[in-house]
């Protein structure tokens, strides 16, 4: 069965960064798209980040400017840099990979918390 591993999560300070990972047990090139989501305590999931498989990117307006969202096919992983991190970025962070017609793929997720 295929896994998605995140990593990266953790602790800092508000202005410091983290980069996620998200390692796929099987290629990336079958994925049409992945992304990265994010659910704060009390919120519904909110979609952070899209990268689909010509390479194409799209972001939540939360984060535009401060996340890069990039992708390792020969490594099947998708990064998520996040920058100028905010306290409102405080989350667990979730990986995400669609293909048509069948159901989405997700990780087990990673905390992602920013102190003031």
């Known amino acids: 069965q295929v896994q998605l591993v995140e990593s990266g999560g953790g602790l800092v300070q508000a202005g410091g960064s983290l980069r996620l990972s998200c390692a796929r047990s099987g290629s990336i090139l079958s994925i049409d798209a992945m992304g990265w989501y994010r659910q704060a305590p009390g919120k519904q999931r909110e979609l952070v980040a899209i990268?689909?498989?010509?390479?194409?990117?799209n972001y939540a307006d939360s984060v535009k400017g401060r996340f890069t969202i990039s992708r390792d096919i020969a490594k099947n992983t998708v990064y998520l840099e996040m920058n100028s991190l905010e306290p409102e970025d405080t989350a667990v962070y979730y990986c995400?990979?669609?293909?048509?017609?069948?159901?989405?793929?997700w990780g087990q997720g990673t905390q992602v918390t920013v102190s003031s």
């Open positions: 995400c990979a669609v293909r048509q017609l069948r159901p989405p793929e």
């Open positions: 990268i689909t498989s010509g390479g194409s990117t």
